[in-house]
């Protein structure tokens, strides 16, 4: 992946592994060339295709957050064991950002277990999300974490019906779904468009690390996302003295 000019993002979730498991994972991944992990704690399980499939929740996210930091920090596993040539993970977690009656205070917790980025909730409504970046610019968020705000391509008016009613925190305003339905059999070629204005508008906000474009199960609109955006190719990084 990182000879293509891109870099895996390994997702982690308490969910599905306990402590042990989780190690296993996070040291595992290092070996293999990952250098990116995102801590997650896991859709409910009754709301996938193994509804009776047993959760685990052995560790809090923000645990398992501290679980990489302290392996980044000192080599030491949750045993106090310590380990030769640690893993050093850029360590990122999940945010709701305009979910109703949304508090710093759980991404605050990421942060200060030591969280480095956060990956956003998709963003159709970029007023809304604008007063959040407001609010977590003042309380020096934005300083603390590199922010990725996530989007999505809504290739028909059902799709972007359903994210407004069926995902959590995710605000599709009245004028998306209007346009998606006006555009009849091109409405994927509309909802490109309206995805790749969302990125445009979200690159002008003061603070914001990236964008984090997201598939929902077809990746040709990705594409054409990424490459009108102007997202690709990366920016090259600052060479170190």
């Known amino acids: 992946m990182s000879a293509a000019g891109v870099e895996p993002v390994l997702q982690l979730t308490c ?19 990952a250098r990116n992990i995102l801590c997650l704690s896991g859709d409910p399980a009754v709301i996938g295709d193994h509804p009776n499939a047993k ?11 501290g679980l990489a930091a302290s392996l980044r920090a000192e080599g030491r ?21 305009l979910a109703p009656r949304y508090q710093f205070d759980r991404l605050e917790h990421k942060a200060d277990a030591g969280a480095d980025f956060v990956q956003t909730q998709i963003v159709f409504d970029v007023d809304a999300f604008q007063s959040w970046a407001e609010q977590a610019r003042a309380r020096g968020i934005l300083e603390r974490l590199f922010v990725l705000v996530g989007v999505a391509v809504p290739r028909a008016a059902r799709v972007a019906r359903y994210m407004r009613e069926h995902l959590p925190g995710v605000v599709v305003p009245d004028r998306v779904i209007t346009l998606l339905e ?30 984090h474009v997201m598939g ?4 040709e609109p990705v594409r054409r996302v990424i490459e009108a955006s102007g997202l690709f190719p990366r920016p090259a990084s600052a060479a170190v003295a």
Do not use: C, H, Y
């Open 15 to 33: 969910r599905d592994r306990n402590r042990l498991g989780l190690t296993a994972d996070l040291l595992g991944s290092w070996a293999l060339g």
């Open 55 to 65: 959760q685990v929740f052995d560790l809090s996210v923000t645990e398992l957050v």
């Open 77 to 97: 596993l949750l045993s106090g064991a310590v380990i030769e040539a640690p893993p050093r993970f850029f360590i990122g977690v999940a945010d709701v950002p």
């Open 182 to 211: 006006e555009a009849g059999p091109q409405a994927e070629d509309e909802g490109v468009r309206l995805t790749v204005e969302v990125v445009a508008r979200l690159k002008a906000i003061q603070g914001i690390a990236g964008i």
């Open 216 to 219: 929902l199960g077809s990746m």
